[in-house]
Every structure is written in C-alpha cells, then in structure tokens.
C-alpha cells in the first residue's frame, strides 16, 4: 500500500517548506530519494505524482518537497501564486532549504541511504550539494542546467540592479513573473560556490545525467558539459524529449508520458546498481 504523508519544515526568509514522503509502508530500511525541482517548478506540478508512486513501487521513499520561495503556498498548492516570495528568491535560500530537507532526512531515517534527483534547475542545486555533503549517496539529473546565470540574458543585469526588478515570463499562464535583484546580487557574492561545472568536477559519487535531445529550454549540449566535467558520470540521451519528458501542467492521465517512462526506468536502473 502507497502512503503519502506531508510535511512542513522551516525554510529560509521566515517561510516554510512543505513536503511528502510517498513510500510503501509494508517495506522498511528502504532508500530515500529526494526530488529537487526546477525554476517555477513545484513538488505537484504535472506527473511528479506519478514518477514519486512510481519509485515507491520500486522500494524507495520518495520526497518530493517546495522549496520555500517556489512562490506555492497551502491555500493553492497546484500553481506559482505568492509572486513576493517568488520574487525574493536567491541561490542562498535554495541550498539551505536543501540542506534542511537533508537534515530531517537523515536524522527521521538514519539508517538508510540518501539519493538525490534534481530537475532543471534543481539539478544545479543537487550538483552543487552532492559535491561537499557526503550524506549523499547517488545523484541523477535530470535536463539539468550547468551555469545559474544561463536563466537570464547578461544584458538584463545592469538594469536590474539599477532598477531593482526584472520580470520572467511563465510559458504557461504568459503571467510576468518578478525577480528581485537580491537573487543577482546573491549569485554574484558566491560565484566560485555557486559554479555549477566546478562543483560537478568534484563530484566523486555514482551521477547520472538524463537529458532530452529536443530540450529547447536547456540544450543537449548542456549535458555533454556537464559529462566533460566530470567524466566519471554516466550520460544517457533521451530520444526526442523535450525539458519535462512529455509531461504538462496540469496533468490528468493516470499513465506517465513514454519519455518520463523511459526516465523514471533508467533512474532506476541506476540507483539500483
């Protein structure tokens, strides 16, 4: 039997971070997975309901969690509404909600080891993590990007200093989205901590490294970069997928897209060499 049971933790800036553990509760002494998600991602946006049911199936317990300034609060859990919090995020805050989910997972499960799954974005944080926290055991990425500062044009920095705000669109909802310049200024302070190709050449943990040939949010090429870091990672191309394998916001069908299929198969595959 598939159990999901929430939990809410302390993030960064006075906000929360809520989560699930999705796991079968008739195992013990299982593995945990933590999912990390990506730039206006969210621990229930599209399939991430399933590929977690998925890995709990599979003997794993998966916790798919928001960061604190994901901008998703309780009252609407199912989209990027709280655009001050959204818009207050910084690298800092993100790494340390990681670090606070790491926390609770190791001291509520201390026996068993910890995985890591980071998507997008979240995959440059999971590098950046996996590189100096040895509770971390194995580390997958998926259509992950290799340079933080990839998420925005180099020409937009000097006026969202000067102005304060710069505003990204969501594909979506076509909403404009704001980010403080606090998340620049941040980046800036802690360029050598925060070089994403840096931290992955210091990754000495098993890595694998999914990537869709028909990403246009982040290209193919991106993954071979990130290969060349660190050659002890294993690349693997997913034929014809796009940054979400074929996945959507909302998601209705009870069945994953072919290509997350094939992501979710070959993660596991991995994690369990």
């Known amino acids: 039997m598939i159990e999901k049971k929430q939990f809410i933790l302390s993030g960064s800036g006075d906000k929360t971070i809520t989560g699930d553990l999705i796991y079968d509760e008739s195992k013990t002494n ?81 026996q068993d080891p910890i995985y890591m799954i980071g998507h997008s974005r979240g995959g440059g944080l999971a590098i950046i993590k996996a590189a100096d926290d040895e509770r971390i055991q194995k580390i997958v990425t998926w259509s992950s990007i290799a340079d933080f500062s990839s998420l925005w044009k180099k020409e937009q920095e000097e006026q969202w200093l000067s102005e304060g705000q710069i505003f990204v669109e969501n594909a979506r909802t076509k909403e404009k989205m704001p980010l403080n310049s606090t998340l620049l200024s941040d980046f800036n302070a802690h360029k050598h901590e925060y070089n ?19 990403d246009v949010n982040v290209n193919f090429s991106t993954a071979q970069h990130l290969a060349q870091a660190q050659p002890k990672a294993k690349l693997q191309k997913i034929a014809g997928a796009n940054h979400v394998f074929g996945a959507s916001h909302p998601y209705t069908s009870a069945e994953m897209p072919a290509q997350l299929q094939e992501v979710c198969e070959k993660t596991l595959d991995f994690l369990k060499s």
């Open 30 to 110: 299982i593995p945990s997975v933590i999912f990390v998600h990506g730039f206006k991602g969210f621990k229930d946006w599209g399939a991430h309901h399933l590929t977690a049911a998925y890995f709990a199936a599979h003997g794993y317990r998966y916790i798919k969690f928001n960061l604190s300034h994901s901008g998703v609060n309780a009252n609407k859990p199912d989209d990027v509404t709280d655009m001050d919090a959204f818009a207050a995020n910084t690298f800092s805050y993100e790494l340390k909600d990681i670090d606070t989910v790491i926390n609770y997972v190791a001291h509520t499960f201390p």
């Open 196 to 214: 994403i190709i840096n931290a992955a050449s210091r990754i000495s943990i098993p890595w694998l490294i999914l990537h869709g040939d028909d």
